[in-house]
């Protein structure tokens, strides 16, 4: 059985509870999962590209979804358009590129650090309050499924990534 499947940090969502209490367990089952897919592999295996055609690997997804993270928790439901970025990066794909020099742990601090305030900016706002984006108000509820499609999909890469890298499979 792969570890991931039995792993008690992570946890499916509830069948029956609010729908708040089930909007925020479907995104830690994400985010849970994206850091499970991590775990277990050395740097070479967390920065490895196999898909010929792609940029994706382990390491820059964990760093796209901090910036993910910032961007619809500080900057649109806080309102804070000067957030900083994370890593100054010349494209909008390089959060997912450049890691040559990248270093895990800092990283991943930096990904579990912006969850953390992501946790807490939503916990003081009702799912119907709006920050704004691009000048257009958006909903708390709006962002928290935005984000469980956001890591949905990149778990599903790193599903591919983990099994190319070293055979690993789950879900």
Known sequence: MNEELSDPRRTEP????????????WLEFHRTTLLLKCEGL????????????SILSLHGLVRHMAEVERNWFRRVLLREPDAPRIWPVATEEGSFGFL???????????????????????????????GLRRGIPCS????????????????????????????SVGW
């Open 14 to 25: 509830p069948f029956e509870a609010t729908e708040r209490d089930m909007l925020e367990a």
């Open 42 to 53: 050395d740097d070479q295996g967390r920065k490895a590209q196999p898909v010929p055609t």
């Open 100 to 130: 040559d020099d990248a270093n895990w742990e800092a990283d991943l601090a930096a990904w579990e650090a912006e969850c953390s305030c992501s946790r807490t900016s939503a916990a003081d706002h009702g799912l119907e309050d709006t």
């Open 140 to 167: 708390l509820r709006w962002i928290y499924v935005h984000m469980i499609e956001e890591y949905a999909r990149h778990n599903g890469h790193a599903d591919l990534i983990r099994e190319l890298v070293d055979g």
